[in-house]
């Protein structure tokens, strides 16, 4: 296990748990405007690394584009660095992102069944 602690508090880490403990968290808050239309802006794309860079070879790979992402959600997008301009997804915030998007579907097709069953 890895565990970065930050004021004496464990706030990442690696043994499939991600600290997400309200007890650490402030201003909490829904997230605004909808999730589905978000999503439905992220453009996934297949790509392969210049250079050999990341040692991944000619393996290709799926993902998102960093400069794409942060014009929809620009909170899961940062810099890998602070001396570079290189920007980094962090993949695993989109998991909240999506679940509201499934959300808003769920509640979306409940409604079409609804008016289903009345004009029954």
Do not use: H
């Amino acid at each position: 296990n890895v565990v970065l602690v930050r004021n004496y508090v464990p706030v990442w880490a690696v043994n499939n748990y991600i600290t997400s403990d309200a007890r650490l968290k402030t201003a909490i808050k829904p997230l605004e405007g909808s999730s589905l239309e978000k999503v439905k802006q992220l453009a996934a794309k297949t790509y392969l690394w210049k250079d050999d860079l990341m040692g991944k070879g000619e393996k290709r790979e799926i993902g998102f584009i960093a400069q794409d992402v942060v014009k929809v959600v620009p909170e899961v997008v940062s810099k890998v660095t602070s001396d570079t301009e290189t920007l980094g997804v962090a993949y695993t915030q989109l998991i909240p992102v999506l679940v509201e998007a499934v959300k808003e579907l769920s509640a979306k097709v409940e409604a079409l069944e609804a008016q289903l069953e009345t004009k029954k």
